[in-house]
């Protein structure tokens, strides 16, 4: 738990308070213009400043589509959007909680002033956190889910840290197409925005009007439900999963329509299997007693060029599973699942789910470090991270107004897309979602 200084930008006073899902601020002013000047200009703000700030106030001016994320999320209510909550991170340090603002027009003014390099979204409260810091109590937010390629760490050849390639991209697709099949077949939730982070991996909405007023012992329900890889580290990679000889109907229906073809294309793109070490990794998750471990391994010696991809269809996967079918067999787990579902299967960061306090990055706005825009993309089609447009490019778009528009609509169109149906279903009755 941290003590944090809120900067409230709403009225003329600070507020300090603690707040688990909040990191230290470093630096700290008062909401007045002229002490924000004297923030940047006595920290390495100035040179932020400088650099950054024709773009990002050409971006808010322009570009930054306001009006749509105002519909979203004030769901066509002035009320709702005033509960809501905004954190606006000025340069890199400042870091302002519980922002509100009347509706998109006082919204957008505040980041035409401050252009900040980083905007996040909280809950809906009972009341307007500018009235008071405590006493408040997050009433609905969206249901959402946060994949980060440096959780698979123990498993990614092709890079490291905060790096992201097409090959190591693959992660991100498989979380994507397993999480929006789990949520609209198992939960039947239809309202789904899945956007790209801007650097390594990608964020779920789920804005039906049951995920909205999901508590968080719910939203903890369902984030066990989704949930089969457990912590652990590269000693121990073999013992994160394991699952019995038979797969939950759920697990049955992801391994056979998504897990199965994409281990495949995980095995190639990593290059797993190709040495023996990589070989020796998948052995481990063998049993004790299995017979098929030796022949596997004098197999793949005896290759003079290994085609890892046909060396798991052809010989590892088959042989294994010819020990499977003998009688009086006494595994109590398929190794082959446990394989699969470990180098495939979502990793999810626990906490951004099961709490309704979480910020999360908002839609649209540009990443500090990358200066990508952080799109909205299908899950289930092809999304390359290093093809979406930058800032800088917008921003030397020899006709910015058209030309940067037009880079952008095909997401805008999308998040209309996903926007249109919403609102129609706000109108509903909103049924519970128990557990």
């Given amino acids: 738990v941290y003590t ?11 507020q300090t308070l603690q707040d688990v899902t909040s990191a230290p601020v ?29 773009n990002f106030l050409f971006f808010f001016e322009r570009l930054f589509p306001i009006k749509k994320l105002f519909s979203w999320l004030s769901l066509e209510n002035n009320d709702y959007f005033q509960r809501r909550e905004f954190s606006h991170t000025i340069d890199t340090d400042l870091f302002t909680r519980y922002r509100t603002f009347n509706n998109a027009e006082v919204w957008r ?6 252009t900040p390099s980083r905007i996040e979204i909280g809950a809906v409260y009972n009341q307007e956190p500018k009235k008071t810091a405590f006493e408040l109590k997050p009433v609905e937010k969206e249901l959402v889910f946060d994949i980060d390629i440096n959780d698979y760490g123990d498993i990614r050849t092709c890079c490291i840290g905060s790096k992201v390639c097409t090959r190591c991209w693959i992660w991100i697709d498989i979380a994507g197409r397993v999480l929006d099949n789990i949520l609209k077949e198992d939960f039947g939730f239809s309202h789904i925005l899945w956007v790209f982070s801007g650097r390594r991996g990608s964020h779920c909405w789920v804005s039906d009007p049951r995920a909205r007023n999901l508590s968080n012992a719910s939203r903890e329900a369902i984030l066990s439900w989704i949930s089969v890889v457990s912590g652990g580290s590269n000693k121990d990679l073999f013992q994160r999963v394991k699952l019995g000889l038979t797969l939950h109907p759920t697990l049955e229906r992801i391994y056979t329509s998504v897990l199965e073809s994409k281990m495949e ?26 017979n098929s471990a030796p022949l596997i391994r004098e197999r793949w010696k005896s290759l003079k060029d290994i085609d890892p991809v046909s060396f798991w269809k052809n010989s590892f996967v ?27 299967y979502p990793r999810l960061d626990v906490g951004v789910t099961k709490s309704m ?3 999360l990055k908002c839609p649209f706005v540009v990443h500090p470090d990358t ?57 509903l009755p909103v049924k519970s979602l128990d557990f």
Avoid at 109 to 114: G, M, S, T
Wanted: charged letters at 20%; hydrophobic letters at 35%; proline letters at 9%.
């Fill in 4 to 14: 944090v200084q809120i900067v409230n930008m709403n009225n003329s006073e600070s």
């Fill in 26 to 54: 470093s630096h700290y002013a008062q909401s007045s213009p002229e002490a924000l000047q004297a923030y940047y200009s006595n920290s390495k703000g100035f040179d932020f400043l400088l650099v950054s700030f024709p």
């Fill in 109 to 114: 003014q505040a980041l035409i002033k401050e």
């Fill in 265 to 290: 294309s995980v095995i190639e793109n990593q290059g797993l299997l190709k040495t023996l070490d990589s070989l020796e990794t998948f052995l481990l998750f063998l049993p004790p007693d299995c």
């Fill in 318 to 344: 088959p042989t294994v599973k010819h020990e499977l079918n003998k009688p009086n067999l006494r595994w109590n787990t398929n190794p082959i699942y446990n394989i699969v579902f470990t180098y495939t």
């Fill in 357 to 359: 306090n979480h910020l």
């Fill in 371 to 427: 200066g990508k825009i952080c799109v909205p993309f299908e899950p289930w089609l092809p999304f390359d991270p290093n093809s979406v447009p930058k800032l800088q490019d917008l921003y030397q778009d020899l006709n910015p107004d058209v030309q940067a528009n037009e880079k952008l609509k095909p997401y805008f169109d999308l998040f209309e897309a996903f926007l249109g149906p919403l609102l129609e279903k706000h109108r």
